[in-house]
């Protein structure tokens, strides 16, 4: 008898369901929610098997076996007051592009001092010296409630 020969294509694959598990990162999977809540409660019990935080900082540290909580580690998101705002959050490719030079301190001081100075020369508001007999609050701030209020949030918009 003639046997025929046919080429057939295998459906399984080459490793026949087998797996390299160590291939895998599985971080914190080893155990049962019970396991790992004790684990958890106490960490000197399973010194071998370290917790993965991936990427996330502690807000607190240990210690003599307290954890403290750290007030100034905790991330506040600073969110505005959008109430009322005529806005959209989108913007479109369309929109025109903006271009504006750079802002020098030139600039800072005519926005700020010049016009009060303008006023004060033509009124005769000025001492010999060329100091203001009335002088504005930005005028009367030391420097450094100066360099505090500069530094506050919002403080390069106007």
Same mark, same amino acid.
């Given at each position: 008898?003639?046997?025929?020969?046919?080429?057939? %294509?295998?459906? !399984? +694959?080459?490793? &026949?369901?087998?797996?390299?598990?160590?291939?895998?990162?599985?971080?914190?999977?080893?155990?049962?929610?019970?396991?790992?809540?004790?684990?958890? &409660?106490?960490?000197?019990?399973?010194? =071998?098997?370290? %917790?993965?935080?991936?990427?996330?900082?502690?807000?607190?540290? !240990?210690?003599?076996?307290?954890? *403290?909580? %750290?007030?100034?580690? *905790?991330?506040?998101?600073?969110?505005?007051?959008?109430?009322?705002?005529?806005?959209?959050?989108?913007?479109?490719?369309?929109?025109? =592009?903006?271009?504006?030079?750079?802002?020098?301190?030139?600039?800072?001081?005519? +926005?700020?001092? &010049?016009?009060? *100075? *303008?006023? =004060?020369?033509?009124?005769?508001?000025?001492?010999?010296?060329?100091?203001?007999?009335?002088?504005?609050?930005?005028?009367?701030?030391?420097?450094?409630? +100066?360099?505090?209020? +500069?530094?506050?949030?919002?403080?390069?918009?106007?």
């Amino acid at each position: 008898m003639f046997h025929m020969l046919k080429r057939c %294509i295998g459906t !399984s +694959a080459a490793v &026949a369901g087998k797996h390299n598990f160590r291939k895998f990162l599985l971080y914190n999977k080893r155990g049962t929610r019970v396991f790992k809540k004790l684990r958890a &409660a106490n960490p000197q019990l399973y010194p =071998d098997m370290p %917790i993965d935080k991936r990427g996330v900082r502690d807000t607190g540290v !240990s210690r003599n076996g307290q954890y *403290i909580e %750290i007030p100034e580690k *905790i991330p506040e998101l600073v969110v505005p007051n959008l109430d009322g705002c005529k806005f959209k959050p989108y913007v479109s490719y369309r929109a025109p =592009d903006v271009v504006q030079s750079e802002f020098t301190s030139q600039d800072l001081f005519n +926005a700020l001092y &010049a016009q009060k *100075i *303008i006023d =004060d020369f033509s009124s005769g508001k000025l001492e010999e010296d060329g100091s203001p007999k009335e002088s504005s609050t930005e005028e009367s701030q030391t420097p450094d409630e +100066a360099w505090t209020k +500069a530094r506050k949030t919002g403080s390069d918009m106007f």
